[in-house]
């Protein structure tokens, strides 16, 4: 047994929200009791104690839209690549890379992006996965490494016909294998979606083999009107708007995820509203390629879930909470709007969505959820109560403060040093991987 105390307790139980001085304890994967941390202490002497030693105990945070495959593309420049419109930077950058990527570096990039995500104190991840240059086998290469260090993942493989038929059909044959094994395997940590990029990218002919091949199996995680690119090209090659056509081939739902949806009209709302679909916001990512703000303020207005996710901009959940607050404000022109939705969106529409998954209670501190937990090293020089919080995460803490990570009820992460992941080795493989792959890109070694 586990006992986490001596910390701020808060718990996004919203019947129980907040201990000045608590604890959570945790019996195998699960949450079994919080309370009072001197309380706590005394009923459960034998428990294996992490003291917080003042800092916050929160739950664990999710990420509902990341990418695995850009994470051996930081520091990268790509010779000759100067990109000045969205379409550009994909085939510049991302596909340029995607189309490198073998086994071997996905498997690094996957260690990449999960090492930073633990530090940053993310918990679950839906990863969206692109490997032009090697797809079969590629959710199994991520599985092994989420796997290994400890990560609750959902995976799926976008499915393009950007590289031709064969690349199609690898990528269908890539997802409905790995739905199929998460299905028969129901591991509580792994599971699977069905990817598809940008549907400009993909026909309604392969929308049909994507929805037969996934069966009913699970859910759909789409790019959607991101860029103005899907836009025109649904009205130009099918006369209606994208979220149109989604809903023509089947492919809304309440499982379904849709990435961005920057541009989508008030009908197209009224669908996902109609049809239960989710979306999943990225503000820093927008703002990076400079397509615009999501109308997420309306969405939410109309009852569609929309959850926060980072695009692989960042690992840090709360540095997206920030970005999304001023991103709205500005393109609102309104300094009093999109704090509720802020919060409602990491704290409570991520949960919903992961726990759609999952099957179990996630993101929050409660008996009977999931253990996952972190210690942020935050030490406010402001009064801190359950009346304020929100404005110490938007204002005060990020994810550099996270010092001890706890997924699962398994410690990974403890003052700033992880628990049985041999870091250097991990590095090094990453740094070989990355430096070949680098090489290639621009026909040097590095």
């Known amino acids: 047994m586990l006992l986490i105390g001596n910390g701020m307790l808060i718990t996004r139980d919203p019947g129980n929200p907040f201990y000045q001085n608590g604890a959570v304890a945790v019996s195998g994967d699960t949450v079994t009791e919080i309370g009072d941390s001197d309380t706590l202490k005394k009923k459960y002497p034998d428990a294996e104690w992490i003291d917080a030693e003042g800092g916050v105990i929160m739950p664990g945070l999710i ?20 990109p000045t ?8 950058t991302w596909w340029a890379i995607d189309r490198k990527l073998t086994l071997s570096r996905t ?33 199994f290469a991520i599985r092994d490494v989420v796997k290994e ?20 059909e690898q990528g269908i044959k890539e997802n409905a294998d790995f739905a199929k094994w998460a299905r028969d395997e129901n591991d509580s940590m792994i599971k699977a979606m069905f990817g598809g990029h940008a549907l400009f990218t993909i026909s309604d002919k392969t929308f049909e083999k994507m929805v037969k091949a996934n069966d009913g199996m699970t859910g759909f995680h789409i790019h959607v009107a991101e860029g103005m690119n899907d836009v025109y090209d649904s009205l130009r090659e099918y006369g209606c708007r994208p979220v149109n056509r989604l809903l023509y081939n089947g492919i809304l ?42 109308p997420v303020l309306q969405m939410m207005k109309k009852g569609i879930t929309v959850g926060m996710g980072t695009d692989a901009y960042t690992h840090d959940m709360l540095e997206s909470l920030k970005v999304f607050l001023i991103i709205q404000r500005h393109n609102a022109a309104l300094p009093n709007v999109a704090w509720g939705e802020a919060v409602q ?48 995460m938007i204002f005060g803490m990020m994810g550099r403060h996270c010092k001890t990570t706890v997924i699962n009820g398994k410690v990974l992460y403890k003052d700033r040093a ?23 890109l621009n026909h040097r070694k590095y």
């Not at 990420?63 to 100067?82: D, P, V």
């Not at 419109?85 to 510049?92: K, P, V």
């Not at 995500?117 to 990863?127: A, E, L, P, W, Y």
């Not at 400890?150 to 038929?165: N, P, Q, T, W």
């Open 149 to 168: 260090l400890g990560i609750r993942s959902c995976l799926c493989y976008e499915v393009s016909e950007r590289d031709g038929e064969e690349k199609t």
């Open 85 to 92: 419109d969205f379409l550009q930077i994909l085939e510049g």
């Open 418 to 440: 992880f628990v049985g992941i041999d870091e250097e080795k991990i590095n090094a493989f990453i740094m070989e991987q990355s430096k070949e792959l680098w090489g290639e």
């Open 253 to 294: 739902g309440e499982k379904t995820l849709l990435g961005h949806c920057i541009h989508i009209s008030p009908a197209e709302m009224d669908i996902l509203k109609e049809t239960g679909t989710m979306t999943v916001n990225n503000p820093e990512s927008n703002m990076g390629n400079a397509v615009g703000c999501a």
């Open 345 to 392: 969106m990491l704290f409570e529409n991520n949960r919903k969505i992961a726990e759609k998954y999952f099957g179990r209670p996630l993101g929050v501190l409660k008996k009977g959820a999931a253990a996952d937990l972190i210690i942020m090293d935050y030490k406010p020089f402001t009064p801190f109560s359950d009346e304020n919080i929100d404005g110490h």
């Open 63 to 82: 990420n509902a839209h990341t990418h695995i495959y850009s994470g051996l593309a930081r520091g990268l420049s790509i010779e000759g690549n100067n």
């Open 107 to 139: 498997k690094a990039s996957a260690y990449a992006t999960v090492l930073d995500c633990i530090r940053d104190g993310v918990t679950t991840i839906f990863d969206h996965h692109a490997s032009f240059g090697e797809i079969p086998g590629s959710l």
